[in-house]
């Protein structure tokens, strides 16, 4: 179906197969496609940073040059378009970008619409829910809630931008350690061109007073989404923080190479939860979002504990591995992931686990579901270094199939350099049975629902982990994505 | 009108044919028990009514109420009071058995166009219904039948039934596996379910069963026909003389 760009929102949200694949009719600053040393600096003063944060982004551009995009993904029947970074336009910002609203009485009505559309009604679900957010509109961030409460506890949650501005000690100090501006090709073109994002600092011995969440959003033709993230807390301190995101339906690939940084010092615990809904593609595998994300945890100080949830649902492809160094002793790393691919999805995830510390732990339940012609990969890396003494891992890697087009395929890798430490492996393919789903008809429930109902208990364990609002959404988003798929 | 009328059914799965034109018809308020000797097409039957996919029907007809039941799909037969007490209840891993017959309740009720069972007028019916069939309802936090033992997967079986008051109820050798005293258990739960409206196709291979949910038509079933029916002294004559009786006697008048 040919979208016309001058259809209002609401015929958008109509003529959409895709739930949530509308655009919001705004005017938009946009730097034309293409990318070199001037467009950074374009996006640097427009941003207003100070030169070290310029400095920063040129090296990492520099390096980017000389680099070459990663092709070891495993991605059996996707036909790779190879992305033109030329035809990228690498910012667009809501037009009046100075008088940047102060509260949501400020805030763009279109915007507002546009949040309640996907089901985010920003006072709403703050104040029910006791969630700040930090809701990134495209590339600059309208609009942040319950600061006053969080600035009591001490407790830094603003954009990226404006932590460059007012905690630039705090920025140059954990900016690029966990995820170095050169470590790979998506994380070096992020560093180069990232335009906002969300940093986080709870001081010591805080536990942050609410969950903190973020929703990113693409907006914009052509345009790039090139988040980063920065998490810190300090010795004792305690914070869970959500990510969400939808995006419209678009005909082009998009690409989305976003970046977090997550920091835990001694007796310190982050709890990161993702739920990844970009546009996945028609049902013939056009269009749809190119996710490359690099997240990484480390975990600093002594009985530290970093865990990982996420529900990948969306993306035409997804390359993702949300990773732990376990650098303290007696520290915790985790990782629950379900991945869902559907029609001709491509999902290669999974995680690293780097035990450098004493007595370390670390904790893997990968849930792939596979449908139509979607094919799901787990790539995991366990490694215990040779300091690493009495240290665990425990892997769970459970694959379900849906339809007899579709694959799931796994690559562990685990390499072991100390032999006190005990690593354990399970692995499990299911199919969900014709008679699994005979049987829940027979009690008056629908294939789509029983389906539903028969995924969603597989990833049990995973869910377990988000927090409550996080888990009905997710539950829900499965059931979207899976529609359709029974035979 | 009767309940359950059914003429002439032939179905056939991957091109065998396993039932031969069967004739049965139910009325309201009746218990016909089916037997019949291993490989007969008695749990065919009980899935061909439920409507199976795997099995082709070609010929003949099933009404339920009058209404042609071979034309839904089979949440649309189970919706209509279709109801099959499976002799092997399948497990679901990670779905609670609660969520799951809540989901299963709801979905019925809406078809009878009756309002959504909020959680507490589900938990009190649960634990009513529990009751008939002495059904720990702690068991009904676990996933739906995983973990449960052979005797407690048939009597969770009896106990769905009684939620999801069908119409007409079929019991697919729900009396295999068990001692007597869950025999007894299970045969209560029925009974207690028994009323003028409603009625029962009990399919056993054992007339044991039949001492507890005492029948009104006992029919035999020799492949894919059925070929004798009778009072419920025909259960104990078969117990007696076993089926190579029946087929004797089949085969001397064919």
Not at chain 1, 98 to 122: H, N, W
Not at chain 1, 302 to 309: E, G, P
Not at chain 1, 397 to 420: K, Q, R, Y
Not at chain 1, 437 to 449: A, K, L, P, T, V
């Amino acid at each position: 179906m040919p979208h016309d760009p001058n259809t209002t929102l609401d015929q958008w949200a109509e003529q959409s197969d895709y739930k949530w694949g509308f655009v919001t009719d705004i005017d938009t600053d946009t730097l034309p496609p293409g990318l070199n040393e001037e467009v950074i600096r374009i996006i640097s003063a427009r941003k207003g940073e100070p030169e070290w944060m310029l400095e920063w982004r040129l090296g990492a551009f520099a390096k980017w040059k000389d680099m070459v995009e990663p092709e070891w993904a495993h991605w059996p029947d996707h036909d790779w378009r190879p992305i033109d970074y030329q035809a990228i336009s690498y910012y667009s910002a809501p037009k009046r970008d100075e008088d940047r609203p102060k509260s949501l009485d400020e805030v763009d009505p279109i915007l507002l619409e546009t949040y309640e559309k996907l089901g985010i009604p920003l006072e709403e679900r703050a104040a029910l829910a006791g969630v700040a957010v930090d809701a990134v509109f495209d590339s600059v961030s309208v609009a942040t809630t319950f600061r006053d409460k969080l600035a009591e506890a001490g407790v830094i949650f603003c954009p990226f931008s404006e932590a460059v501005q007012k905690h630039p000690e705090l920025v140059k100090k954990y900016l690029g350690k966990v995820v170095s501006r050169t470590d790979n090709f998506f994380a070096a073109l992020n560093a180069a061109v990232f335009t906002d994002g969300s940093f986080v600092y709870i001081p010591k011995g805080v536990r942050c007073p609410m969950e903190l969440s973020t929703y990113f959003r693409i907006n914009q033709m052509n345009t790039g989404q090139f988040e980063r993230t920065l998490i810190v807390a300090d010795e004792g301190a305690y914070v869970s923080y959500l990510e969400g995101c939808t995006a419209p339906q678009r005909d082009e690939n998009q690409l989305h190479a976003a970046v977090v940084e997550l920091v835990a010092m001694e007796d310190a615990e982050i709890k990161y939860s993702t739920i990844q809904n970009w546009y996945p593609g028609d049902e013939n595998g056009v269009g749809g979002i190119y996710n490359f994300v690099t997240k990484r945890g480390l975990c600093s100080g002594d009985r530290s504990h970093i865990s990982w949830t996420q529900v990948e649902t969306g993306s035409a492809m997804t390359w993702k591995y949300p990773s732990c160094i376990l650098k303290g002793d007696d520290s915790i790393g985790e990782f629950y992931s379900v991945a869902l691919t559907n029609n001709y999805q491509q999902a290669d995830t999974g995680t690293k686990m780097i035990h450098v510390g004493k007595r370390t732990h670390s904790n893997i339940v990968s849930k792939g579901i596979s449908a139509g012609k979607g094919h799901n990969t787990y790539r995991g890396l366990v490694k215990i270094l040779p300091g690493s003494t009495d240290s665990r891992n425990y892997t769970q890697c459970d694959s379900m199939l849906m339809g007899d087009e579709c694959g799931a395929h796994t690559f562990p890798v685990i390499e072991v350099e100390n032999c006190t430490a005990q690593v354990e492996h399970e692995a499990s393919t299911t199919k969900i049975g014709e008679d699994q789903i005979f049987y829940c008809n027979q009690r008056g429930i629908s294939s789509e629902d029983a389906v539903s109902m028969i995924v969603n208990g597989f990833c049990r364990e995973v869910f377990a982990e988000l927090p409550m609002e996080f888990a009905v959404e997710a539950k829900a988003l499965l059931a979207v994505s899976l529609e359709d798929s029974v035979g | 009108m009767s309940l359950l009328e059914i003429k002439n059914l032939h179905a056939s799965v991957e091109g065998i044919e396993i039932l031969k034109g069967l004739s049965l018809t139910i009325d309201p308020g009746q218990v016909h028990s089916i037997m019949g000797p291993n490989g007969s097409g008695k749990s065919t039957l009980s899935r061909v009514i439920a409507g199976e996919e795997t099995y082709k029907i070609t010929e003949g007809s099933v009404l339920l109420n009058g209404k042609n039941l071979l034309d839904m799909n089979p949440e649309d037969r189970a919706r209509e009071g279709i109801f099959l007490a499976f002799q092997y209840p399948v497990e679901i891993p990670g779905v609670s058995t609660k969520y799951f017959l809540r989901t299963a309740v709801n979905s019925i009720r809406a078809h009878r166009d009756l309002d959504e069972l909020d959680a507490y007028g589900f938990l009190k019916l649960v634990k009513e219904k529990a009751a008939w069939v002495q059904l720990d309802p702690a068991l009904l936090d676990r996933p739906v039948n995983e973990g449960f033992s052979g005797g407690e997967k048939k009597r969770a079986e009896i106990f769905q039934m009684a939620m999801l008051e069908p119409t007409m109820c079929i019991l697919d050798e729900s009396d295999s596996g068990l001692d007597i005293d869950a025999l007894r258990i299970v045969a209560n739960g029925v009974n207690q379910q028994r009323s003028p409206e409603r009625g029962f196709l009990v399919i056993t291979h054992y007339q044991r069963l039949l001492e507890y949910i005492v029948p009104d038509v006992v029919h035999v079933l020799l492949d894919g026909r059925i070929v004798r029916s009778g009072g419920k002294e025909l259960a104990l004559e078969l117990e007696e003389k076993g089926y190579s009786w029946i087929e004797q006697e089949v085969a001397a008048g064919a």
